[in-house]
């Protein structure tokens, strides 16, 4: 099984800063990740898929990149509705899919 | 556009089996590959298993030995049965689609609200 791991677990940034949040994955998994926002309460909603492509509907203030094992997803400037936590997942193992641990995104 | 939406008992006792339905709205099931996922309370997601249209499936070898999903296309819904659940199981449980079309993708774009399933005599 391919081992998603999430950093930091907390990220704590100010309206209007950048975040930037890590994934790693145990084994190269390619360009085979997808990103995903959740919400208290809520589902989750499809951010980045093939680690740099942005879902339909998704502001360009969120960005992802990397591929092999090292991934990022960056938020330019954050919005009072990007408070939330964000999962990363890989499909390099389909139908295997597993999830990292997830970053929380709180207010500073 | 397309909707999901899960149902089926909220509290289940330990070693009975639990199970749910995925009702497809707005669009058909047919051509989709279709999953469940899980997220016990204050922890991360894991997916449980995928069914295509035409009833293949695949589970996570985690859980493979008690899952068992089942599509219904007349109905436009698929179904989880998890079996000897014990506390652990306690989670929201999530079904989801697939984006790819005829294919699988692995990449989740359609996602129901969820429903809470709590394990417990």
């Known amino acids: 099984e391919i081992v998603m791991t999430q950093s930091p677990a907390t990220l704590s940034v100010s309206p209007g800063e950048r975040a930037t949040l890590s994934c790693r994955a145990s084994?190269?998994?390619?360009?085979?990740l997808a990103w995903y926002q959740q919400k208290p309460g809520q589902a989750p909603r499809l951010l980045i898929y093939g680690a740099s492509t942005r879902a339909t509907g998704i502001p360009a203030r969120f960005s992802g990149s990397g591929s092999g094992t090292e991934f990022t997803l960056t938020i330019s400037s954050l919005q009072s509705e990007d408070f939330a936590v964000y999962y990363c997942q890989q499909y390099n193992n389909w139908p295997g899919l597993t999830f990292g641990g997830g970053t929380k995104v709180e207010i500073k | 556009q397309v909707q999901l939406q899960e149902s089926g008992p909220g509290l289940v006792k330990p070693s009975e089996t639990l199970s749910l339905t995925c009702t497809v709205s707005g669009g058909s099931i047919s051509s989709y590959y279709w999953s469940w996922i899980r997220q016990p309370p204050g922890k991360g997601l894991e997916w449980i298993g995928y069914i295509y249209y035409s009833g293949s499936t695949n589970y996570n070898p985690s859980l493979k030995s008690r899952v068992t999903i089942s599509v219904d296309t007349s109905k436009n819904q698929f179904s989880l049965k998890l079996s000897s659940v014990t506390a652990a199981d306690t989670a929201v449980y999530y079904c989801a689609r697939d984006r790819g079309y005829y294919y699988g993708s692995g990449i989740m774009d359609v996602w129901g609200k969820g429903t809470t399933v709590t394990v417990s005599s």
């Open positions: 084994q190269s998994v390619s360009s085979n």
